[in-house]
């Protein structure tokens, strides 16, 4: 006696093969995906550690493009494709200024230091899930892009002026005779004397 397969039956069979085809094809691209945020960083790198410092500015600003292009993502990439990783963004913005130092062009370094500092100012992660030895090296890489910045400004006074972190001409830090606010500390250890300020 011969059983007949329903119509229905044969559809189902039909619909999981189609299904597991589909998923069997997105799990070999998803295997082959590479992010391009942290391809173009280390193309970067590359580039910058062989002394071409024009390629390794083109690299750095492409990985921050892809950070931003990705953080406008829709939910289904977001859900399909790991987030956009700010930390490395920092450290392509911090890349990119030392790239920028190193062709003479303080003013666009500058912009990138201060980039690269809204990205990770390195007291963001606080209410995060980090270990604490993660806490503090994203505070220290912070720490490093602030001090590169203020050496900066140190060496290069006509940039720190641009930005308003310069003194000034001498004489500039009295007002009416008197001190200025963080311009004369007093001549006494510790706080100072109170009657300057």
Do not use: H
């Amino acid at each position: 006696m011969e059983k007949k397969i329903s119509i229905a039956r044969r559809m189902a069979v039909i619909a999981t093969v189609i299904v597991g085809a589909l998923i069997f094809t997105g799990g070999l691209y998803l295997n082959a995906w590479r992010d391009d945020q942290y391809a173009l960083y280390n193309q970067g790198l590359s580039a910058y550690r062989s002394g071409d410092v024009q390629v390794a500015i083109k690299y750095f600003d492409q990985s921050l493009a892809v950070y931003k292009t990705r953080r406008q993502s829709t939910w289904m990439e977001r859900f399909i494709y790991p987030k956009p990783d700010k930390e490395l963004a920092a450290q392509a913005s911090f890349q990119k200024a030392k790239s920028l130092l190193r062709a003479n062009q303080a003013a666009p370094a500058v912009q990138a230091f201060k980039e690269s500092l809204e990205l990770n100012s390195g007291n963001l992660y606080l209410g995060r899930d980090l270990t604490e030895k993660e806490y503090q090296a994203f505070r220290e890489a912070a720490l490093i892009v602030k001090y590169d910045l203020e050496l900066l400004f140190k060496n290069n006074p006509e940039q720190a002026q641009k930005q308003g972190k310069g003194k000034g001409k001498p004489g500039d830090g009295k007002k009416d005779g008197k001190p200025v606010p963080g311009e004369d500390p007093g001549a006494m250890p510790g706080k100072g004397n109170r009657d300057t300020i």
